[in-house]
């Protein structure tokens, strides 16, 4: 692994399902985070990570939790998916809160 | 509460200058951050400025004025492969940033 990577690539999901976007990094970075991207929106910040063992809620946490067991690895759970929740995720991880955060390549999912 | 504003799209020509403007309106201030993001793909980090003035990296240069909580990014000589959405954004007293929608850039022949 090289980076920060995210899994599945992409999904179709049916509403009501459970489903978790995998997220892991190898840079040994401490903050991790989870955002959702839709066309003519900003960025925004679903939940973080400052450290393992901590978790934070962002903008629109909502329908969504998250953990952090170790520092590699960051999961993303729809409990009970919603067609509103269709859009691409992120995960990035930095090193530390103010520094430049880097990107996985993005889930982009579809709720029906 | 928190804002930030940037043109939706701009066209320029290949080999021109373009700039980019970004207001920000957030809660504290501790810093303003420019990436670039490709059709497709994922943000990556193009510039960061905490301090008033100008940044210059290559073709990319970045400038804050946080009394007028303003910034803008110069792209020189640009190519084409400079067409891509670029995003500014803001982070707050609470480390949190704060995205702008992006700025579509096109380049033109």
């Known amino acids: 692994i090289a980076g920060i990577t995210q899994a599945p690539t992409s999904q179709i999901l049916a509403a009501g399902r459970r489903m978790t976007l995998r997220c892991t990094q190898d840079?040994?970075?401490?903050?991790m985070y989870w955002y959702r991207q839709d066309l003519g929106l900003g960025l925004r910040l679903i939940h973080y990570?400052?450290?393992?063992?901590?978790?934070g809620k962002g903008e629109v946490p909502d329908g969504y939790s998250v953990s952090r067991a170790n520092t590699d690895d960051f999961p993303l759970t729809l409990a009970s998916a919603v067609p509103s929740q269709t859009s691409v995720y992120f995960c990035?991880?930095?090193?530390?809160?103010?520094?430049?955060?880097?990107f996985g390549p993005g889930t982009r999912l579809t709720v029906l | 509460g928190q804002n930030i504003d940037q043109p939706t799209e701009m066209t320029a020509t290949e080999g021109a200058i373009v700039q980019i403007n970004c207001t920000y309106q957030?809660?504290?201030?501790?810093?303003l951050f420019w990436y670039q993001q490709h059709a497709g793909e994922a943000p990556t980090f193009l510039s960061y400025?905490?301090l008033d003035g100008l940044e210059e990296k290559g073709r990319f240069s970045s400038f804050l004025s946080r009394s007028k909580g303003y910034s803008y990014l110069l792209l020189k000589e640009l190519q084409m492969k400079d067409s891509a959405s670029y995003l500014c954004?803001?982070?707050?007293?609470?480390?949190?940033?704060?995205w702008g929608a992006g700025t579509k850039l096109i380049i033109k022949p």
């Open positions: 990035a991880s930095s090193d530390s809160r103010v520094n430049e955060q880097f």
């Open positions: 400025n905490v």
């Open positions: 840079m040994r970075h401490n903050a």
């Open positions: 990570s400052n450290t393992a063992g901590t978790t």
């Open positions: 957030t809660s504290g201030f501790n810093g």
């Open positions: 954004a803001g982070m707050d007293s609470n480390y949190q940033l704060i």
